[in-house]
């Protein structure tokens, strides 16, 4: 299995460009999870899933956007950059029954907007 | 929805020494609380949990300590060697969701 992937490893953009960050798992997680990672702050969800067709808000989901058409891929769209999108994203995802919550990181996309 | 802190922000140990992390929630309801360890570039990656059925739980050198009256958990690290130096995060579910609420993480740094 090859885990939790994640493209591109780094980008950069210009203020206003769109992009999408690739998240794909092989494991048949239900859930699935977006975080952004700015120093000193840890992780803060922008957007989960707990299943195919169905997406909900983090507690920093402005200025992106999700979907979820299949288990296996969970993109995440900039629609349009700002500087302070600038940030370390992991995509992330976890088993839905209770006793197997562990969740598993992707290797993580560094987006550096200018 | 859940709060987490982390204390303290920094810990420098001399190496063999222990370490200790402290964390606080603030969801009573919350029963799963995970600690990652983090490598400078790298993914984060889960070192131990526990579940709010028990008050403790060891694996090797690495120990995590519950107490929910209070809504506080601990990792510890005992004999603590230069390969644990990292960043460690601890994290409590969201309320109501599988996602995780994160602590703000704890730069360790272990002297040889």
């Known amino acids: 299995n090859a885990g939790v992937t994640q493209t591109p490893k780094f980008q950069v953009l210009k203020t206003g460009q769109s992009m999408t960050l690739q998240c794909a798992q092989d494991m048949n997680h239900e859930y699935m999870s977006w975080y952004r990672q700015d120093p000193g702050m840890g992780l803060r969800l922008i957007h989960y899933s707990v299943g195919a067709g169905i997406t909900d808000q983090g507690e920093v989901p402005n200025g992106y956007n999700v979907s979820r058409s299949t288990t296996e891929d969970f993109p995440l769209r900039l629609l349009s950059a700002a500087p302070s999108q600038t940030s370390v994203y992991f995509c992330?995802?976890?088993?839905?029954?209770?006793?197997?919550?562990?969740?598993?990181f992707g290797p993580g996309t560094r987006l550096l907007v200018l | 929805g859940e709060n987490v802190e982390q204390h303290p922000s920094t810990l420098s140990v001399q190496e063999g020494d222990s370490a200790v992390i402290k964390c606080t929630y603030s969801d009573s309801a919350s029963n799963y609380f995970p600690w990652y360890k983090q490598e400078l570039g790298k993914r984060p990656q889960l070192i131990i949990d526990i579940r709010s059925n028990v008050g403790e739980k060891k694996d090797q050198r690495i120990a995590v300590t519950l107490n929910k009256t209070a809504k506080h958990f601990s990792l510890h690290i005992t004999e603590t060697q230069p390969e644990d130096s990292a960043v460690y995060f601890c994290a409590a579910p969201r309320t109501g969701r599988r996602a995780l609420t994160f602590g703000s993480g704890t730069r360790l740094q272990v002297q040889p």
């Open positions: 992330a995802s976890s088993y839905s029954r209770s006793d197997q919550e562990t969740q598993y």
